[in-house]
């Protein structure tokens, strides 16, 4: 173990003459030599083999007699209330008396690792104290399972991969400069073989470490993986919970009786004052504006919606109309438009399918029977064909696995499928990358694509246009972006919605509407990453009057 101040200073580790590593007369003992003779290593009352009172102490030697080594009853390793004992307060590691052999501080008799001796190592040690729970050990075995925020377990930022060492995965070899498990390769271990290590006792070596929580801060836990989320060439978006990440929020106090007041009061008389309704409805939340509908019929007898739609023109009054929608009620309508009428919006379909959980699927699933009078899977049915349909038709089923632990061998055995499916072979197995695709969960596809591009140096996105096209191509390319990294996938939604001569207001309404309340902040902060201006500026550049003002309180501010 390597702390600031260590080696320690004279009479310290290693130790000067007649210390470890040896000088004559040292360990291993030269003349009079080993097994040492009393005042040898380890110290102990008569010397080594043991007699009563020696290491390990039990009554009688070594080869054990009753009592001895191995152990029975009393014995090392513990059987109940037996070595190690949790350690007294005070006490460093808590040995027991005449226990431990020296770590080569000639100078210092051996009685227990008493606080005499940690105040002695604390200041040889940079004033490191080690604070006793830090080696508290608990019955169990070695490699020491993760504990939360301890060694071994995931940083924060990091999906968990279940527990710790992955099947498949080695044990990792970068810890702290010179520090690790005992008898790990690149470390000496002084004393003889087995013994307790004369460093500190070392949680997890005859015993299961209890949360350590003076471990040495170090940077990743297993710096030899790369971070799923973050590693390679492949931009991933860690999974960090950083709380609300929308610009809408819910409004103190928002009455939607007091609400309707102001919108009719807006509309009524000659002319309509917009500025109130943007000032209203972009500071409520959606569950704030979809009950003002039955509020206004309720308090003037008249339906909102027509009432809008005579006052309003324009994008705009789509705008309005559209925030006065419930989510899924809105999906739906989105998706209906984007299937009827000739033509169909194939991108609208693959955006909305796969970046919604399966809760909200359902419910699309349920409004549109309810709302258009046939399965939405019906409707994709009629409007495409081949393995586009298919793809789209898994989406619809709302039917991903939602769990957030990887298990990193199903992972590369994925990544080794979709290599034998595309690349690996003359022509391309569609179906497989569909089944992997559309099944599993977001947190296991992210592990899959990069270990898909360790194994073939390729990313997933560049083997996807190598081996498909047309709709089948973009939209599996859509699916694995929103998977990959969501905010960044409606970057570049909002950014191809805006770009070039004339702008796709009903994506831009969409996704501005859709993602106010979700990740609108992760959204503008990939915007200016990935296009060099705020998401608020282009939309400024792009829309103009009352429609860019409702827009931009959507947005919530420039970057």
Not at 234 to 239: S, W, Y
Not at 393 to 410: F, K, M, P, T, Y
């Amino acid at each position: 173990m390597s702390y600031p101040g260590y080696p320690p200073q004279a009479g310290g580790y290693p130790p000067q003459p007649g210390a470890y590593p040896p000088q004559p007369g040292a360990y291993p003992p030269q003349a009079g030599g080993y097994p040492p003779q009393a005042g040898g290593y380890p110290p102990q009352a008569g010397g080594y083999p043991p007699q009563a009172g020696g290491y390990p102490p039990q009554a009688g030697g070594y080869p054990p007699q009753a009592g001895g080594y191995p152990p029975q009853a009393g014995g090392y390793p513990p059987q109940a209330g037996g070595y190690p004992q949790a350690p007294p307060p005070g006490s460093w590691g808590g040995g027991p008396a005449g226990g431990y052999p020296s770590i080569g501080l000639d100078s210092l008799s051996n009685p227990g690792y008493n606080a005499g001796m940690a105040n002695q190592m604390s200041a040889g040690m940079g004033g490191f104290t080690p604070n006793p729970s830090m080696f508290a050990q608990a019955p169990g075995g070695y490699p020491p399972a993760p504990q939360p925020g301890g060694y071994g377990a995931p940083s924060p930022n990091q999906q968990s991969y279940g527990l710790y060492p992955q099947p498949g995965g080695a044990m990792p070899q970068h810890q702290g400069p010179g520090m690790g498990y005992p008898g790990q390769p690149g470390q000496p271990m002084p004393g003889y073989p087995r013994a307790p290590s004369p460093n500190p006792p070392m949680p997890g070596y005859g015993g299961a470490p209890a949360p350590m929580p003076a471990y040495p801060n170090v940077p990743s836990p297993n710096p030899s993986m790369p971070a799923y989320g973050g590693g390679g060439a492949m931009p991933i978006a860690p999974p960090i919970n950083r709380g609300f990440r929308g610009t809408i929020k819910d409004f103190p106090g928002a009455d939607p009786l007091k609400d309707v007041e102001v919108l009719r009061k807006a509309m009524k008389g000659f002319g309509t004052d917009e500025q109130a309704i943007i000032d209203l409805l972009g500071s409520r939340s959606n569950k704030q504006r979809v009950p003002m509908l039955r509020a206004y019929k309720t308090s003037y007898g008249k339906d909102l919606i027509k009432d809008l739609h005579s006052e309003l023109s324009g994008d705009f009054r789509k705008l309005v109309m559209n925030m006065l929608k419930a989510p899924a009620e809105l999906d739906a309508y989105e998706l209906n438009s984007a299937i009827k009428g000739a033509g169909t919006d194939e991108a609208c379909l693959i955006e909305i399918l796969s970046s919604r959980s399966n809760a909200e699927i359902k419910e699309i699933n349920r409004i549109y029977k309810q709302e258009y009078k046939k399965s939405l899977e019906d409707a994709i049915s009629g409007d495409t064909s081949g393995h586009f349909r298919r793809l789209l038709i898994s989406l619809a089923q709302g039917n991903r696995d939602e769990r957030e632990a990887v298990d990193i061998s199903l992972a590369k055995q994925d990544a080794q499928s979709l290599y034998a499916a595309g690349e690996n072979k003359l022509g391309t197995d569609e179906s497989k990358f569909n089944a992997i695709l559309c099944a599993r969960s977001k947190s296991h596809l992210r592990a899959v694509f990069l270990e898909y591009q360790k194994m073939c140096g390729r990313d997933i996105e560049k083997s996807i246009g190598r081996e498909m096209s047309g709709d089948l191509e973009s939209g599996m390319l859509a699916v694995v972006k929103c998977i990959k990294n969501t905010p960044a996938y409606f970057a570049e939604r909002l950014y191809k919605a805006m770009k070039g001569a004339g702008t796709k207001d009903t994506t831009l309404i969409r996704i501005m509407i859709t993602r106010s309340e979700v990740d609108m902040l992760d959204i503008r902060q990939e915007y200016v990453k990935h296009y060099g201006k705020s998401l608020y500026t282009h939309i400024s550049g792009d829309t103009s009057g009352d429609y860019k003002k409702l827009l931009l309180k959507l947005c919530g501010g420039s970057d």
